[in-house]
Structure formats: C-alpha cells, structure tokens
C-alpha cells in the first residue's frame, strides 16, 4: 500500500501512519501542523507542511509518492468549540475536505478512508444499547454535521466518479502505541482519559466528574473507548477490502462494551496505583448519557474486533506518559 495521511501528526493519524509503516507500507503525511506535532510523525514515513486545500500540493504529492489510498484525517474536532463556531467547521471540515475530493479525483487514487465519529448520530433512541450504522443520524453540533455531510459526499462521489470510501465512525478513541513513543496530545485537552491520568500524575488538581445523575447504573455517563492502535488496524482492513473492489459505506468502530465515567475514574486508579483527585460538576451541555457501538458490520466485513480492553487503554496510555508523570 502507498497512502497519503492527511492529519498525520494529530493523534489517531500518527498512531496509523506507525502502523503503516511497521506493515512495510509507504505512508506520505499532509499536515499544516495547526494541531498536530511534527514530531509524531515516523522518520520512515515522508512528511509534507501544508494545506489540504492546496489542490496542486496534493496532486504532486499523490503522483511523486504513486499513492493508492488516503485516509483523511485532517480537521478539527472540538464539539464545544464547533458549537461556538460552526462556521470553522463548515471551513475546515466540509470546504476543505470537499476540495481534497477534488484533487483525489483528479488523479490515479480511487480509495479513501474519512475519519468519522459517533458523534454524527446524536442522541441515540431511548432503549437502544449499541448503535448500529442504520441508526438515525442527528447530530448534535457542526462537528458532527461536518462529517456527517462528508459521508454524504463521498456516497455520492462512490456512484458518480467511482471513489472507492469507507467512513469509519470513531466511538471514544483512547489509549496510545504500546511501545509508549506516541501518545494522545490535544492542547487543550478535553478528554475523559488523557485528563484523568494528568490527574493523577498530579499535573492537575481534580478530575472534573460532568453529572452524576444520568440514567445508568451509576449516574455517570456510558461511552465505548476503543483503543487507538486498535483503530489504525481498522484503517488498514478498511482500505485493504476497499482495494479488493468490496462494498464500502459507513462502520462504526468499537468494543461493544460500555464504560462509566467512574469505572474509568476506578480504572485509572488501578492501573496507576494512584488515588484520582475528583470533583462533582453539572452536566456538560451536549453529551449524550449512553454511547455504545455495535461493530458487528466491522467485524463481519473488514475481519475487525478491537483486541485491547479499558485496562490496556489506560496502561498504554500512561505509560506512554510517564517519562513526565514520574
Ligand atoms: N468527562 C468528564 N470529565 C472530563 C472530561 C470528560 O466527566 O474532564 C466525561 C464526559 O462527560 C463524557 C465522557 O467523560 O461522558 C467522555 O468524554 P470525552 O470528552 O472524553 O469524549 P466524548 O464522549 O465527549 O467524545
């Protein structure tokens, strides 16, 4: 495989471009490095500066490196922040990207791999204990919609021009490369897991716990955390059976299993060995009270099942950190 991974050196990007390039694949990076760190990207892999809206930049890059498969990463993905300003995410995420499918399908590459995410399907129906790809899909925010609208795009341009896509809807990423080298890092960090381990290497006062009075078993939210090298295995099934010439569409990416906040919180304590700070907060506006994934479509077409659990999740994770924690 010769890919072209835009977003490259952001967090679920580098982590494939690792595994990429451990499988003996070639993999060329597109990144303008406005959230992502040119240091997470592998020396093996070739890195590009630049815009995905550079139709001429991504042509060239797509006929010098004889590329056959994008994974698109490249956006922004705070919902608080799409929410404030959705307009960012209309720009950076539906413009942008649909100018990336114009300069894909101006070229040789016919497979595309879209970053996707739960968050496309809103407040799941009351009862529903793991979303499906049929469910209905109602975001939430224009983060969502964004990708939401993308997906659509890319459907359109499968029957029309013959890109071959798969959208790979992310349930909680989490976790980092087991050799402990790369590791989750948004600035600022809003995530359960990352927050809850700077917690307790003492990096921050408290864990802040957002509502304790949802409707399961312990008031704290439900959400399905998938490992993050667990995703970049699903990128490469994806791309593999796209290339074979197999049905692509939409597959949600999870465990099928649920974790509460607090059985985070007592994982993290475990795996640590350290007591979490905690302090009870409101709900944060927005989140749903249950998240879980049905992957059985991933599992029985792309050959994919998540192989790490929370534990490893949160071991991979700290270890990758703590060069700092101690
Ligand atoms: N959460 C929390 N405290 C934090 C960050 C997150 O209680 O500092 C909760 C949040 O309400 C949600 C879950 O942890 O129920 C996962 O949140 P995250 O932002 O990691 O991912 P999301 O599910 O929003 O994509």
Request: glycine share 8%.
């Amino acid at each position: 495989m010769r890919a072209l991974v835009t977003g490259g050196a952001g967090y679920i990007g580098s982590h494939l471009v690792r595994h990429l390039v451990d499988e003996g694949a070639h993999a060329v990076v597109l990144d303008d490095l406005s959230t992502g760190f040119a240091d997470a990207v592998d020396r093996r892999a070739r890195f590009v500066e630049g815009d995905i809206r550079d139709p001429a930049l991504v042509r060239s890059v797509i006929e010098a490196e004889r590329v056959d498969a994008v994974f698109h990463f490249a956006a922004r993905i705070r919902v608080d922040e799409s929410v404030k300003d959705p307009a960012k995410y209309y720009r950076d995420n539906v413009a942008a990207s649909l100018a990336l499918f114009d300069a894909i399908l101006s070229g040789p590459a016919r497979v595309v791999v879209l970053s996707s995410t739960a968050a496309v399907y809103g407040d799941p129906d009351p009862g529903v204990a793991a979303l499906g790809e049929d469910h209905p899909k109602r975001p939430l925010n224009a983060y969502g919609e964004s990708k939401l609208v993308l997906e659509g795009a890319l459907a359109r341009y499968g029957q029309a021009y013959g890109l071959r896509w798969a959208a790979l809807r992310y349930f909680n990423a989490a976790g980092a490369h087991e050799d402990g080298s790369l590791r989750e890092r948004h600035e600022p960090e809003t995530h359960l897991v990352p927050i809850a381990l700077e917690a307790a290497a003492g990096e921050r006062t408290a864990l802040t716990v957002f509502g304790r009075d949802y409707p399961t078993s312990d008031g704290t939210c439900v959400r399905d955390y998938v490992h993050v090298m667990d995703l970049a295995t699903a990128h490469v099934a994806a791309a593999r059976h796209l290339a074979a010439g197999r049905p692509g569409g939409a597959f949600n990416l999870g465990t099928g299993r649920g974790s509460s906040v607090a059985e985070v919180i007592a994982c993290v304590e475990r795996v640590t060995g350290r007591a979490l700070p905690v302090v009870d907060a409101a709900r944060r506006p927005g989140d749903a009270s249950v998240l879980v994934a049905s992957a059985e479509r991933a599992e029985r077409e792309l050959g994919w099942r998540p192989t790490r659990d929370l534990d490893a999740i949160v071991r991979d994770a700290w270890r990758a950190r703590r060069p700092r924690a101690l």
